[in-house]
């Protein structure tokens, strides 16, 4: 049977007024020029319609997160990296948040996992004045930007949960702007701040919890730049319970007297996706390094790559881990290839082969220009069996017996002596690791802040 078919809603006025319309124009104006308006132009460049009826949270967070220019460090599509609502699935499957929606604390732990800083609020962790002060907060800069998740009934709105971005305040009318992500429906309106934080104040069914608010900033460092929280391979999961659950019971329940005895325990039990998720590494990141026109800031991204890159091989830990690889036969069928890459001097040439033969399938195509020329790897399965190791905390591996070796273990994953680019870059896939773990134990609704 077909459904019927609609084309948009209209807005209720009062208690919403139309952006576009001559009063939304005054109150932008009014507001505009108090200074409250100032969050306004970065999110309007980067305004989006939701995808699919339920892809509101997906939408809202991927509109904030590119309007604070945070890099995903992955593609989206041909070269280009972008946040789109097709890459926030770490915390839920797209087939699911298709089918029921999102809730709050799946949006929060998305953000979190994305690499931004994040503060959460449920409206009984809050009051109206503290939420009024963080509104004025986010609409007197660029640097942060506020989702809003509330019931659209008491905006005499059809439909039942929403998220969307403010995107302004009117202090005079105590008006907050809310930029509708469901464009197709609602058009960007002004709605009382009191009646907002009425209809945040409401109860998801879904969670039998409150609704509520979340500000979004960038963070200190861009999050990771070679090993990043896959959201398109479900082998993250399987993988994060094993490191998070497993290994300890493994390190603790077997005789292990030698460092390459433990790491061979740990190895050996890996889940057997494990190969496929460095082989989705390790491609994602060979071709968005290495087959378009390089900027400037992109050639110093990649410089910091080669430099981590490095810094992962030179520690004694992957020498360990190394030697073990290579004595069981381990290949992952993805080696570490070097192209050729012009950090100095005139315009990179996207496309044109070098005389050098690098065309097979698994290699990446050669770049030819002028100026100096600096040889970079893509990282592969030693590497990065040696950063998720670094990124497991130190009490997992507390059921070693042997003390000695317990103390030599803990020196080897020891985060002080880690050059501080390591060291971030460690800690931010510490972060991803835990946010996973807490949305398979299905705390994400009850720990909002971030991972310590």
């Known amino acids: 049977m077909s459904m019927v078919s609609l084309y948009r809603r209209s807005l209720t006025s009062p208690p919403v007024i139309d952006f576009a319309s001559l009063e939304g124009k005054q109150i932008f104006n009014e507001a505009l020029q108090k200074g409250t308006m100032e969050g306004f132009f970065r999110l309007i460049s980067y305004f989006q319609t939701q995808s699919e009826p339920a892809f509101c949270g997906l939408a809202s967070l991927s509109m904030v997160l590119n309007a604070l220019s945070i890099d995903p460090g992955r593609k989206w599509k041909g070269p280009w990296r972008w946040f789109d609502e097709s890459m926030l699935e770490c915390c839920e499957p797209l087939e699911i948040v298709k089918d029921k929606g999102i809730s709050f604390g799946k949006v929060v732990c998305l953000a979190h996992s994305s690499g931004a800083k994040v503060e959460a609020f449920r409206t009984n962790q809050s009051t109206i004045d503290d939420f009024r002060k963080l509104v004025v907060k986010c609409s007197t800069s660029d640097n942060c930007h506020m989702i809003s ?31 509708d992500v469901a464009r197709f429906k609602y058009p960007p309106h002004w709605v009382p701040l009191k009646l907002l934080w009425d209809a945040m104040d409401s109860i998801d069914q879904s969670t039998g919890r409150r609704r509520g608010f979340m500000l979004i900033s960038r963070p200190h460092r861009e999050p990771g730049l070679l090993y990043t929280l896959s959201c398109k391979d479900e082998s993250w999961i399987s993988i994060a319970k094993y490191l998070k659950e497993d290994v300890t019971r493994l390190v603790s329940s077997q005789h292990v007297d030698t460092i390459e005895r433990i790491l061979y325990v740990v190895f050996k039990s890996l889940p057997a996706d494990f190969n496929q998720f460095i082989r989705w590494m390790v491609e994602v990141r060979r071709v968005e390094d290495f087959n378009q026109n390089l900027s400037s800031e992109e050639k110093s991204r990649l410089d910091l790559k080669q430099e981590l890159l490095k810094q992962v091989q030179e520690t004694k830990l992957f020498k360990h881990v190394d030697k073990l690889l290579s004595s069981v036969g381990y290949e992952d069928n993805l080696p570490y290839v ?56 130190s009490q997992t591996w507390s059921g070693i017996k042997d003390q000695s070796l317990l103390q030599e273990m803990k020196q080897l994953i020891s985060m002080v002596n880690l050059p501080t680019l390591l060291q971030q870059e460690v800690l931010h896939l510490r972060r991803q690791l835990e946010l996973l773990q807490r949305c398979q134990e299905n705390k994400e609704e009850e720990e909002l802040s971030a991972p310590a």
């Open 338 to 393: 070097s192209v050729k890459v012009y950090s100095q001097g005139g315009e990179i040439l996207s496309g044109n082969e070098s005389d050098e033969s690098c065309c097979e399938e698994t290699c990446v195509k050669c770049i030819k220009g002028l100026g100096e020329e600096k040889m970079t790897a893509c990282p592969s399965g030693n590497d990065v069996f040696t950063a998720l190791l670094l990124a497991l905390p």
């Open 149 to 179: 998740t509330y019931h659209r009934e008491l905006l005499k709105q059809t439909g039942t949960g929403h998220f969307s971005p403010i995107g302004g305040y009117n202090a005079e009318r105590d008006m907050a702007l809310i930029l």
